[in-house]
């Protein structure tokens, strides 16, 4: 039974919304800090949490997991995620990521936000 495994659909099919969350899952290791819409952002925040989580294992196991999650063939994301962000976290329980609102876009007045990396 799949009870409490309500997950955001983002109004996208299943393979386009993982390409979605792997790609924001890039740019925000990449970044550190990216602007995008409310509802993507609290999409995004349990994936790059996990993410974090595994990094922090920092085992082979935990390192192809990543690798298959985020979908990218470079290298170098998944190398900054195991050595630059996941031992800046290590005696935190969880929380990596803040959602600040920045208010309504001017085109659709769609809600606006930044996740960034605490």
């Given amino acids: ?5 309500t997950r955001h659909k ?8 993982k390409a979605l969350l792997a790609n924001l899952c890039v ?3 990449d970044h550190e800090r990216i602007k995008t819409t409310e509802a993507k ?34 290298k170098g994301v998944v190398h900054k995620l195991f050595e630059e962000i996941a ?7 969880g929380g990596y990521t803040r959602i600040l609102k920045l208010g309504p876009r001017m085109s659709d ?3 606006m936000v930044y996740i960034e990396l605490v």
């Fill in 41 to 74: 952002a609290k999409a995004l925040k349990p994936e790059i949490e996990k993410l974090i989580s595994l990094a922090r294992r920092g085992d082979l196991h935990a390192r192809r997991q990543a690798i298959a999650t985020l979908q990218h063939p470079d």
């Fill in 109 to 111: 007045s769609t809600e």
């Fill in 87 to 93: 031992p800046r976290y290590a005696e935190r329980p």
């Fill in 1 to 5: 039974m799949r009870h409490q495994k």
């Fill in 10 to 17: 983002l109004s996208r099919t299943t393979a386009h919304r």
């Fill in 27 to 29: 740019e925000i290791i």
